[in-house]
């Protein structure tokens, strides 16, 4: 049986779309069936890394006029990955980014039914070995019915004491709530506060300590990709950039989390 993972963070622009894009090409590139999605309804943006028309979306799926299979794009092909990378996208048009913020409790509720049952079938469809969630930040209702849907939460957070205390929040308001087990993965280390050596234990011990859960990684800031703005899917495109190297890093100690 696969697994469901949610990228999650408590304020904008951690990196979150581009670890999930990372991360789904990484496993994919290793032989790994992956499934990634778009939850992020308020700001859409797999459809510029994968360079996507989109055909039929994720919110047609919640709004239950496709089916799942309809919505999940196969992109094995196109990024010639050993294994399965299938993508479904969420239609960034500004008519529907308002109409999702209408969306009731009722719908809402609906929604993760659908979810649930979505996940099942794609496990089962294409013996999917990971669903990888890409999500808004904070508490939006498509966020907690990704969360909700998940296995394991990997909560992005930059070194900036307001992201820190909300993350904080997060794990005790929505996490410990949910029941869901997290790992912690510091994003965008400006150059000066990089860890080297047995600096790095260091960090992760004192910020494991912070937050009271294990850290996946902590990956420096890249003036490239900042510069790039999220067109590039370095795992596949630029697999020599040391960004891709984290992902591999982070796919090991999900891994021991399920062991
Ligand atoms: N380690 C990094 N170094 C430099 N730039 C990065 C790094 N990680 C992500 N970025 C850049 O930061 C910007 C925001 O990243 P991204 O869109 O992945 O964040 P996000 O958390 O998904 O944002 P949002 O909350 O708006 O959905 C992008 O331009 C991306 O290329
Ligand atoms: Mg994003």
Not at 29 to 47: E, I
Not at 81 to 87: A, D, E, F, R
């Amino acid at each position: 049986m696969g697994k469901a993972l949610a990228i999650h963070s408590y304020k904008g622009g951690t990196g979150k779309t581009s670890i999930s894009a990372n991360l789904a090409a990484t496993y994919a590139k290793n032989g790994l069936n992956v499934c990634l999605f778009d939850y992020d309804f308020r700001a859409p943006s797999l459809q510029i890394i994968f360079k996507e028309k989109i055909k039929r979306s994720l919110n047609e799926f919640l709004d239950e006029k496709c089916s799942i299979f309809e919505a999940a794009v196969d992109l094995s092909k196109k990024y010639k990955t050993k294994g399965k990378l299938i993508v479904g996208f969420a239609d960034p048009s500004t008519e529907v980014m308002r109409e999702m913020m209408t969306k009731d409790r009722k719908w809402e509720m609906r929604a993760l039914h659908l979810t649930l049952t979505a996940k099942e079938a794609l496990y089962k469809q294409f013996n999917i070995d990971y669903i990888i969630f890409d999500t808004s930040p904070g508490i939006y209702y498509s966020s907690i019915n990704a969360l909700a849907a998940s296995d394991y939460i990997l909560l992005v957070t930059k070194m900036d004491e307001f992201d820190f205390e909300g993350t904080r929040e997060l794990i005790n308001g929505i996490y410990n709530v949910l029941g869901r087990k997290a790992g912690i993965l510091l994003n965008k280390i400006p150059a000066m506060n990089v860890p080297i050596g047995s600096g790095e234990v260091k960090m992760e011990e004192k910020l494991s300590s912070i937050f009271n859960l294990p850290i996946l990684g902590i990956i420096p800031c890249y003036c490239d990709i900042q510069a790039d703005g999220g067109k590039t899917l370095h795992s596949l495109q630029q697999p020599d950039h040391p960004f891709p190297q984290y992902m591999e890093k982070i796919i090991e100690r999900i891994a021991e989390h399920f062991k």
